[in-house]
């Protein structure tokens, strides 16, 4: 006798998927390097292999992937470099990393892919000039100027100021 059997294997089609878990979206990154913490998992369970890449402003700098990747979830630290080959334009979001996974189906996609800016500042602020009043006590109101070329990484330039009475008369 010859016996026919049928077996029917459901295709996997569930594109894997990629998140950040860390730094903060936006976050400030200075020299020399930062980390960039990435998820990814296939409910199928058939990672193949995980994906990042790095936009300067815009521009595509580099692609690694880990080839080892595999199970249902992998959990990934990558090192971005400041200034010297990653992310070299300072300014609020001009460093962009995308994350993407392929499964061993081949499934990704659209759905898959995760994208991440941060915010790059690598200049150290300038000191500022502080111009005040002549020496002796100041009886009445006066003004204090600062004055200098501030943060030239775009992060921010905050000055921080104190007066003290010093109880002479």
Same mark, same amino acid.
């Given at each position: 006798?010859?016996?026919?059997?049928?077996?029917?294997?459901?295709?996997?089609?569930? &594109?894997?998927?990629?998140? @950040?878990?860390?730094?903060?979206?936006?976050?400030?990154?200075?020299?020399?390097?930062?980390?960039?913490?990435?998820?990814?998992?296939?409910? *199928?369970?058939?990672?193949?292999?995980?994906?990042?890449?790095?936009?300067?402003?815009?521009?595509?700098?580099?692609?690694?992937?880990?080839?080892?990747?595999?199970?249902?979830?992998?959990?990934?630290?990558?090192? &971005?470099?400041?200034?010297?080959?990653?992310?070299?334009?300072?300014?609020?979001?001009?460093?962009?990393?995308?994350?993407?996974?392929?499964?061993?189906?081949?499934?990704?996609?659209?759905?898959?892919?995760?994208?991440?800016? @941060?915010? &790059?500042?690598?200049?150290?602020?300038?000191?500022?000039?502080?111009?005040?009043?002549?020496?002796?006590?100041?009886?009445?109101?006066?003004?204090?100027?600062?004055? *200098?070329?501030?943060?030239? *990484?775009?992060?921010?330039?905050?000055?921080?100021?104190?007066?003290?009475?010093?109880?002479?008369?």
């Amino acid at each position: 006798d010859i016996y026919q059997v049928e077996c029917i294997v459901p295709a996997e089609t569930t &594109i894997p998927t990629a998140s @950040f878990n860390s730094p903060t979206a936006g976050s400030w990154q200075k020299n020399p390097s930062f980390p960039v913490s990435v998820t990814y998992e296939d409910t *199928g369970n058939n990672l193949d292999f995980c994906v990042y890449a790095v936009y300067n402003n815009g521009s595509f700098v580099r692609v690694d992937s880990d080839l080892n990747c595999s199970g249902g979830s992998a959990s990934y630290t990558w090192t &971005i470099n400041v200034q010297g080959s990653d992310c070299t334009v300072q300014g609020a979001n001009t460093c962009e990393v995308r994350a993407w996974a392929v499964d061993m189906a081949g499934n990704s996609g659209s759905g898959s892919y995760a994208s991440r800016f @941060f915010s &790059i500042d690598y200049a150290d602020p300038s000191t500022p000039f502080i111009e005040y009043p002549a020496a002796g006590n100041v009886s009445a109101n006066f003004q204090v100027g600062i004055s *200098g070329d501030g943060d030239t *990484g775009g992060s921010g330039n905050t000055c921080y100021y104190a007066v003290w009475d010093s109880g002479v008369g």
